[in-house]
């Protein structure tokens, strides 16, 4: 049999060399654009309709539970007692222990050293109301117990709150007066808690993202084309969720009392059709003054009420219900996926809305408040809040969720 002759090994060699390098360059020249990953094909982003690649479908599944939740306690210390339904004498706490399990796929528990590590140097911040504030705080106290306790803070900015994972450093002497930088093999977990965190989660509060002012007799105006008021906090920030659907379609009372576009007054407004509009001004900032190749921003669907029968729908309620075969789609999220759909920067659009809907157990009810054994006898008595929710609880999956899209 004759041998290969030397030239074809040459041959072969070069080819492979060049594959090589060639692979190496490209991947080189797209680390700028290192926000938008490959796993970012598997999130739910509308803007991309013919995506082939397969992707986990999230918002799909069911309620498992699992003995080994929550991830914290109750006595977490960036909680407020709104949400501390344990301490505040709910009996039960199996709504503590109930996972999302997607169907066909799965999202994993949340690690605070993998996040920390992640986000190192990166400043996350929720915006939107009091809902996404419940979230900010389920965040926090994800993390909270792997930061000691002298290396985190909380400050305060306007209408802002940054929990603050504090700089950490560790340096070893070296010749004359100089340090250096310790740098030897060590586990994952000591070089999270060895890195200069240098990162933020943060909370600003703008429940309608437009601007909401006083003015004529002390009238309540909604400017649906103005935006900055609000919008300038968000500047310079890494990872950007929003949320607002609720102050659009207040039941009980409506949140403004006119709305303004331009110099024009509508007294009487369509709340959706006004919600449309607002969220157009809100994408045109977005498209105007933020790189995608330096800000991931993600909008989260808004989060179910089980507020029926004057609030005590959510009442004594100790499990989640069963799947929906046809789940309500509310109206908000039409609104807001239309909008998406005309965007220019890709905004990933995380829908916890009908998974949050099987979760009537999951809300304070009138557990929103201390309870004492008194108070119990007549419970009628007390508003029950079937909005917001009890943390540990159903917020930390959404984190999960969130954690997994980064």
């Known amino acids: 049999m004759t041998k ?32 938008l990953s490959e796993m970012d094909q598997e999130v739910n982003m509308v803007q991309n309709q013919h995506a082939s690649r397969r992707r986990c479908d999230f918002t799909s599944g069911e309620w498992v539970f699992d003995q080994s939740y929550p991830l ?10 709104a949400v501390t339904c344990k301490l505040n004498g709910r009996p039960d706490s199996d709504y503590e222990k109930w996972r999302w399990m997607p169907h066909g796929c799965s999202i ?28 900010w705080e389920s965040l926090v106290c994800l993390v909270h117990s792997v930061i000691p306790t002298a290396r985190r803070t909380v400050t305060y900015n306007g209408p802002s709150m940054a929990f603050h994972a504090l700089v950490m450093k560790l340096k070893i002497p070296t010749s004359g007066t100089r340090t250096s930088t310790l740098t030897v093999m060590l586990t994952p977990k ?14 600003s509060w703008a429940p309608l993202l437009v601007e909401l002012k006083k003015g004529f007799g002390g009238k309540r105006i909604l400017h649906l ?19 607002s659907a609720h102050w659009w379609t207040h039941s009980d009372k409506s949140s ?47 989060s179910p009420r089980h507020n029926r029968g004057n609030g005590w729908k959510c009442f004594n309620q100790k499990e989640p219900l069963g799947s929906a075969s046809q789940p309500h789609v509310p109206e908000q999220l039409l609104v807001l996926q239309g909008v998406l759909r005309r965007m220019r920067f890709p905004v990933y659009l ?57």
């Open 190 to 203: 000591m070089k999270c808690l060895l890195q200069d965190y240098e990162m933020s989660i943060e909370f």
């Open 108 to 135: 994993p528990r949340f690690d605070a050293l993998d996040f920390l590590g992640r986000m190192r140097r990166k400043r996350i911040m929720l915006v939107g109301d009091s809902i996404m504030r419940n979230q």
């Open 350 to 406: 995380q829908d916890i809305t009908a998974m949050s809907a099987l979760r009537r157990d999951g809300h304070p009810s009138v557990y929103a408040r201390a309870m004492g054994e008194e108070n119990k006898q007549h419970l009628k008595d007390y508003s029950s809040d079937c909005s917001h929710w009890c943390l540990p609880g159903v917020p930390d999956i959404w984190n999960e969720m969130f954690s997994a899209l980064l």
């Open 4 to 35: 290969p002759s030397s030239s074809l090994f040459l041959i072969f060699f070069v080819a492979l060399s060049f594959n090589f390098f060639h692979s190496n360059s490209s991947e080189f020249n797209l680390e700028d654009l290192s926000w």
């Open 225 to 243: 084309d103005l935006i900055e008021e609000n919008a300038k906090y968000w500047r310079g920030v890494d990872v950007l969720v929003f949320d």
């Open 72 to 81: 914290y306690d109750s006595s977490c210390p960036y909680l407020t007692t």
């Open 256 to 302: 403004w009392d006119l709305t303004m576009e331009g110099n024009t007054v509508f007294r009487n407004s369509n709340p959706m059709v006004a919600y449309e509009k607002g969220l157009f001004t809100w994408a045109k900032w977005v498209d105007l003054n933020l790189d995608p190749r330096k800000t991931r921003v993600i909008f989260r669907s808004m």
